[in-house]
C-alpha cells in the first residue's frame, strides 16, 4: 500500500530551527508538496519538489532525497505565527496526492 | 483568502436531515475536488471534476453524492449520515486534474457534526 510518515507533534521554541520530516512509499513519484493549515483554515501550499536536493523560499526550504524515499521541511527563526499542521503530500505515478496525517508544530516563547 | 470559498462553514445534522454544502472558486480553474479530513488522519479524497465531468469517486458511501453544475461550483449533497461522518470536508481547485506543480487551493472548509 502506499504510505507517509510525519510525526504526530512537535514543539519549538520562538527564534529556532525546526525540521519536519516526512517518509513516504508510493508507487511511483511525480513530486512532493508541503501545506501549511492553521487551526481551523485552509491548507495552503508552501513548496514543491520534483528533483533532489534543497528548495529555499525565505525562512522555510524544503529537501528532497528520491532515492531515499524522504523529504524535510526545514522553518527557520521561528514565530509564534508559525504554530500551524504542517502536512506533506507525494503525486504518485497516477497522479493522485497521497497525503500525510499532518505534523502540528507548537512554537513556544 | 484563497479564492475558494465554502458554505456553511458550520453544520450541525441528524442522521435524518438532508443537507448540502456549496462551494464556489473564483479562479478559473478546471478541477475541482471534495476531501474529508478527519483528527489525525490523512486527507481523503472523494470526489474530482474536470470540467464539470467526474473523473474519480473514491469509494465513497452513496450518502454523500456531488454535484458540478459548471467549473466554478460544487456541490456535496448528504443524506442519512452517520456519526463517523462527522469531519471537516474540504473543497479545493486546481487550473487542472494532477499534474505538475499545479497546487491545490483549498476553501476554508465545513465542520460537519452528525447527531
Redesign the interface.
Known amino acids: 500500500g502506499q504510505n507517509?510518515d510525519q510525526p504526530?507533534e512537535m514543539t519549538a521554541t520562538e527564534g529556532a530551527i525546526v525540521q519536519i520530516n516526512c517518509t513516504y512509499q508510493t508507487s511511483g513519484f511525480n513530486?512532493l508538496?508541503w501545506?501549511q493549515q492553521h487551526a481551523?483554515?485552509?491548507?495552503?501550499?508552501l513548496s514543491?519538489n520534483?528533483l533532489d536536493g534543497l528548495e529555499e523560499k525565505g525562512r522555510f526550504s524544503s529537501f528532497l532525497s528520491r532515492s531515499k524515499g524522504y523529504s524535510y521541511l526545514l522553518l527557520k527563526e521561528l514565530q509564534m505565527k508559525d504554530s500551524a499542521s504542517y502536512?506533506c503530500?507525494v503525486?504518485d505515478s497516477n497522479?493522485?496526492?497521497?497525503?500525510?496525517?499532518?505534523t502540528k508544530l507548537i512554537i513556544k516563547p | 483568502e484563497?479564492g475558494?470559498t465554502q458554505t456553511p462553514r458550520h453544520l450541525v445534522m441528524g442522521m435524518t436531515n438532508k443537507k448540502s454544502l456549496k462551494c464556489e472558486q473564483h479562479l478559473g480553474h478546471n478541477a475541482m475536488y471534495w476531501y474529508k479530513q478527519s483528527a489525525?488522519?490523512?486527507?481523503e479524497?472523494m470526489f474530482v471534476y474536470s470540467l464539470e465531468e467526474r473523473v474519480e469517486n473514491n469509494s465513497v458511501p452513496s450518502r454523500f453524492s456531488p454535484e458540478c453544475p459548471n467549473s466554478s461550483h460544487l456541490f456535496l449533497h448528504l443524506h442519512t449520515l452517520q456519526p463517523e461522518d462527522s469531519a471537516l470536508y474540504?473543497c479545493a481547485s486546481t487550473p487542472q486534474?494532477?499534474?505538475?506543480?499545479d497546487?491545490?487551493?483549498?476553501?476554508?472548509?465545513t465542520?460537519l457534526t452528525v447527531l
Do not use: D, H, N, S
Open positions: 507517509i504526530t513530486g508538496f501545506y481551523g483554515e485552509a491548507p495552503t501550499f514543491y520534483v502536512l503530500a503525486r497522479y493522485q496526492l497521497i497525503w500525510g496525517a499532518g | 484563497t475558494v489525525k488522519k490523512p486527507l479524497l474540504l486534474v494532477g499534474r505538475g506543480p497546487t491545490q487551493y483549498f476553501g476554508p472548509g465542520r
